[in-house]
């Protein structure tokens, strides 16, 4: 073909190119509540305060070093991490299906020909005719498919949104991350607390017993008191393993969330320490800002995008494909002539490519792309639904448990001021000995139960943060520029 033939194909390919077959994504419109079903009368607020580093809220430097190490080292960000680079490798050779590919080759031969082969063996041969020879050959060839239907386009298009639908899941990791090491470093505060009140219990608990012992070695009350004052003590000694056994094992979980043997952070958490306190305001936002701020929800969103473009992929395959190929070089039977003009060769041309038969191949992945453009579809909209209830969930837990430890609160004061006057009364001969018993084991449960509101109350606000998807904008600057410098080279 001559060149300017091929011209003509090459601005065909191009005009043509313009468009790809397979539907344009579009995101899919969602219905955003106004504002939230819960009330906000747990010191939640609407402001758009910004959710970064939220867990400085908590203005405890143990839970802030904790983090720190866990974004640096968690195995589970590492993994999410080499994702993301995997599918920019994967989307980096997307790209270069764009363009020509070129080969460069060369080669010796020494061949050998047959004296009896069908058309020599039925001529004369004359004397002196070679049947042995050396052959040298250097050259290349080149291909290119252009993409007149845009199926590469499609495929480079979907690898670009599976870039993004990663990045985002990295986000939503570094999210839940997050959340796990606020959680078990409360937990493990918790814990602490809820021994050393079991302890203080225990030793109280002992000292009433010496007192009955000694009231019955007087004559002074019956061996039932004694025995009672034993069972309860013994009763309160049978928390103590089952309160260590949940301590160490929060202990070992963070040492794992930072990567870390689980033993490791046994030492650093030999002192007890305050349960962190929930700030006074927790912002909530508005609904309609939590879909810009939960990964989950972009990720979810980038994966349709990219099911969608996988169905022009699919549907590219019903059309003709065309090719420019090219090839050229030099051959010879003599290293001294190998590379002179006598010894060139070359060809260049259109190819045209069709699938005309294949059995309904391509009509069936097309079926396939759409039935996972459909899950993909349904799937963003359970993770947009999930998202508003999660908050709605957070959001009445941490209201109710403020109001149920303020009621813990005051079952402590009442109970403490019972078991002074039980012990008075007693003391005086005025009340039974399982009055006593009863106002001490009601005080230890009331302090049990508060130490565990406390608790909840400070998990209550991790879980507000997590659902509202605050953290992931720590450490998402350097990754979001990445991810734009992505979408450029795309276009």
């Given amino acids: 073909m001559k060149p300017n033939r091929l011209l003509y194909v090459a601005l065909l390919a191009v005009l043509v190119g313009g468009c790809a077959v397979g539907p344009d994504y579009q995101r899919p419109a969602v219905n955003t509540p106004a504002h939230w079903s819960e009330p906000l009368v747990g010191g939640e607020t609407n402001?758009?305060?910004?959710?970064?580093?939220?867990?400085?809220?908590?203005?405890?430097?143990?839970?802030?070093?904790?983090?720190?190490?866990?974004?640096?080292?968690?195995?589970?960000?590492?993994?999410?991490?080499?994702?993301v680079r995997e599918a920019r490798a994967q989307y980096g050779l997307a790209v270069a299906d764009l363009w020509p590919a070129a080969d460069v080759s060369g080669s010796y031969?020494?061949?050998?020909?047959?004296?009896?082969?069908?058309?020599?063996?039925?001529?004369?041969?004359?004397?002196?005719?070679?049947?042995?020879?050396?052959?040298?050959?250097?050259?290349?060839?080149?291909s290119w498919e252009l993409d007149v239907?845009?199926?590469?386009?499609?495929?480079?298009?979907?690898?670009?949104?599976?870039?993004?639908?990663?990045?985002?899941?990295?986000?939503?990791?570094?999210?839940?991350?997050?959340?796990?090491?606020?959680r078990n470093y409360i937990d493990v505060r918790g814990?602490?607390?809820?021994?050393?009140?079991?302890?203080?219990?225990?030793?109280?608990?002992?000292?009433?017993?010496?007192?009955?012992?000694?009231?019955?070695?007087?004559?002074?009350?019956?061996?039932?008191?004694?025995?009672?004052?034993?069972?309860?003590?013994?009763?309160?000694?049978?928390?103590?393993?089952?309160?260590?056994?949940?301590l160490r094992t929060s202990i070992h979980r963070l040492g794992v969330l930072l990567g870390q043997p689980p033993?490791?952070?046994?030492?650093?958490?030999?002192?007890?320490?305050?349960?962190?306190?929930?700030?006074?305001?927790?912002?909530?936002?508005?609904?309609?800002?939590?879909?810009?701020?939960?990964?989950?929800?972009?990720?979810?969103?980038?994966?349709?995008?990219?099911?969608?473009?996988?169905?022009?992929?699919?549907?590219?395959d019903l059309f003709p494909k065309f090719y420019l190929t090219g090839l050229g070089g030099f051959e010879s039977i003599s290293a001294d002539d190998w590379f002179t003009a006598g010894s060139r060769f070359w060809s260049v041309g259109p190819t045209v490519q069709w699938k005309i038969f294949d059995a309904g191949r391509i009509r069936a992945r097309i079926k396939v792309q759409s039935a996972r453009q459909e899950q993909a579809l349904a799937t963003y909209e359970k993770t947009v639904l999930t998202a508003?209830?999660?908050?709605?969930?957070?959001?009445?837990?941490?209201?109710?448990?403020?109001?149920?430890?303020?009621?813990?609160e005051n079952a402590v004061t009442s109970s403490r001021q019972s078991l002074a006057l039980a012990n008075k009364l007693?003391?005086?001969?005025?009340?039974?000995?399982?009055?006593?018993?009863?106002?001490?084991?009601?005080?230890?449960?009331?302090?049990?139960?508060?130490?565990?509101?406390?608790?909840?109350?400070?998990t209550d606000v991790v879980a507000l943060y997590k659902s509202l998807g605050g953290g992931w904008e720590t450490a998402g600057k350097q990754t979001s520029l990445s991810l734009a410098q992505t979408r450029q080279s795309s276009n």
């Fill in 47 to 83: 402001a758009p305060v910004p959710l970064t580093g939220w867990w400085r809220n908590f203005n405890d430097p143990e839970l802030d070093s904790l983090i720190a190490r866990a974004v640096q080292s968690n195995l589970d960000l590492r993994v999410a991490q080499a994702r």
């Fill in 109 to 142: 031969a020494r061949t050998g020909t047959s004296h009896h082969q069908p058309v020599l063996g039925s001529l004369p041969i004359p004397p002196g005719v070679p049947f042995e020879n050396d052959v040298y050959q250097a050259g290349f060839d080149a």
């Fill in 149 to 182: 239907f845009g199926g590469k386009r499609r495929t480079t298009e979907a690898a670009r949104d599976e870039v993004a639908a990663f990045e985002y899941g990295r986000r939503a990791t570094l999210v839940t991350l997050l959340g796990d090491v606020a």
């Fill in 191 to 246: 814990y602490q607390r809820r021994l050393a009140i079991t302890r203080e219990n225990i030793k109280a608990q002992q000292q009433a017993l010496v007192i009955t012992r000694d009231r019955f070695t007087n004559g002074l009350t019956s061996d039932l008191d004694v025995q009672q004052a034993a069972t309860l003590l013994a009763t309160t000694k049978a928390e103590v393993p089952s309160l260590e056994t949940a």
């Fill in 263 to 316: 033993g490791t952070l046994l030492a650093e958490f030999s002192q007890t320490a305050p349960i962190p306190a929930a700030p006074a305001q927790v912002p909530a936002g508005l609904p309609s800002e939590l879909l810009l701020r939960r990964p989950d929800v972009h990720q979810a969103e980038r994966q349709l995008a990219a099911a969608t473009a996988n169905i022009g992929v699919a549907r590219a």
């Fill in 388 to 408: 508003f209830e999660d908050v709605e969930n957070s959001l009445v837990a941490y209201a109710n448990e403020q109001l149920r430890r303020q009621s813990l």
């Fill in 426 to 458: 007693y003391a005086n001969g005025l009340t039974d000995f399982v009055n006593v018993l009863e106002a001490e084991r009601s005080l230890y449960q009331a302090q049990d139960a508060l130490v565990q509101s406390d608790r909840t109350v400070s």
